[in-house]
């Protein structure tokens, strides 16, 4: 049935959404993820108990993940039934953003793939509203709240008042369209103390999501500080910064197949490097399931994706979750 679902989608996608200006093409997508109950349908999910993890103590029924994107709540409770083990919200700041202007998406075709390229800058309706919101969504599967900001005092504040309605609390130091976020990879120390404080004050398992750009430094400095911490979660990772004079800040973060090579080898490398001490969500460039395979073989205990949600359709969910139980029964 998946099957016949696909070509399906690739019609909107190929015939409709990817001939639209990028604006309007988000709009109309976003629309009919609002208006269509997809979500009722079981078709679009498997649910096995082979399939559960566990992430920082918290069951996830399997090891897919939204990754951070939306902050409608209409949203967020579509994608909680379209199965995904667990559903991360947009990167949410104390005030609210307008983001950077339009043109702040557009389209990237390469032979690995189709992708995007966003200055988003993290259009979000700030702390207060979204904790309002936030309070009334059913976790049909768990909710990583993503949280950012300029200063530790930010990101304490914004975890400890959205915790309550998370099951995990995920800070993002990685988007590369704000500069003062991108910026803590850069400010190991100051980050090192603010995991510590957080560590201590947030009563929710913390994951700390890096940039592929900071691969060294990830290694060096970051992951065996967030380990110190007690921060045991690395997500690996965000979006590549590229220059592309189409977005109106003439810079943004890649997204989709042409970061794939990439998650793989800092998800095989930091594997190897810190062991079993860490539990790593692999994100960036999953738009198949032989992607999500691979990650998992290389030591990933969840798969992070959202591009590949975009150009693949609301099935790709279930077809990773149905190549992991099929490669599981074959033994590899
Ligand atoms: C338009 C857009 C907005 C995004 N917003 C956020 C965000 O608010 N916070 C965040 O941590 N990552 C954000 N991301 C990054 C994704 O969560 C993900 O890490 C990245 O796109 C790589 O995964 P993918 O190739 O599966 O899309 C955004 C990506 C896109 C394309």
Redesign the pocket.
């Known amino acids: 049935m998946t099957d016949a679902i696909a070509p399906l989608y690739r019609v909107l996608y190929e015939g409709v959404l990817s001939r639209l200006p990028e604006a309007r093409a988000v709009a109309l997508g976003q629309a009919l993820l609002r208006a269509l109950p997809i979500d009722r349908l079981p078709i679009f999910r498997l649910d096995d108990p082979r399939l559960a993890t566990s992430l920082g103590g918290v069951r996830l029924p399997n090891p897919l993940i939204f990754?951070?994107?939306y902050y409608d709540l209409g949203i967020l409770r579509r994608l909680m039934g379209l199965g995904f083990g667990a559903v991360t919200t947009?990167?949410i700041t104390r005030e609210p953003r307008p983001g950077h202007p339009q043109p702040n998406?557009a389209r990237v075709r390469t032979e690995a793939g189709p992708g995007?390229v966003?200055c988003?800058g993290?259009q979000n309706p700030g702390l207060e509203r979204f904790r309002r919101d936030i309070a009334t969504l059913p976790h049909r599967v768990p909710l990583i709240v993503?949280v950012a900001g300029e200063s530790e005092d930010d990101y304490l504040a914004l975890a400890e008042a959205l915790a309550p309605f998370a099951d995990l609390v995920e800070f993002?130091i990685s988007?590369p369209n704000t500069k003062l976020v991108y910026a803590w990879s850069t400010r190991p120390k100051d980050l090192s103390a603010l995991l510590r404080a957080a560590s201590a004050a947030v009563p929710r398992p913390l994951i700390v999501?890096v940039s592929p750009d900071f691969a060294d430094v990830n290694e060096a400095e970051i992951i065996p500080a967030a380990l110190e911490a007690g921060v045991r979660i690395i997500n690996y990772g965000?979006?590549r910064r590229i220059e592309d004079r189409r977005l109106s800040q003439g810079v943004g973060?890649l997204?989709?197949p042409e970061?794939f090579p990439a998650t793989l080898a800092n998800v095989r490398r930091t594997r190897a490097r810190f062991g079993d001490h860490l539990q790593i969500i692999a994100?960036?460039?999953?738009d198949a399931p032989d992607k999500a395979l691979a990650l998992l073989r290389e030591g990933a205990t969840a798969i992070?994706?959202?591009?590949?949600f975009i150009t693949r359709g609301p099935m790709l969910a279930r077809r990773i979750l149905d190549a992991i139980l099929a490669a599981r029964a074959g033994g590899s």
Do not use: Q, Y
């Not at 994100?283 to 999953?286: A, C, L, M, S």
């Not at 992070?304 to 590949?308: A, L, M, Q, S, V």
């Open positions: 990754a951070a994107m947009k990167t998406l995007l966003n988003n993290f993503s993002n988007s999501k965000n979006t973060g997204s989709g970061i994100t960036g460039g999953v992070g994706c959202f591009t590949g």
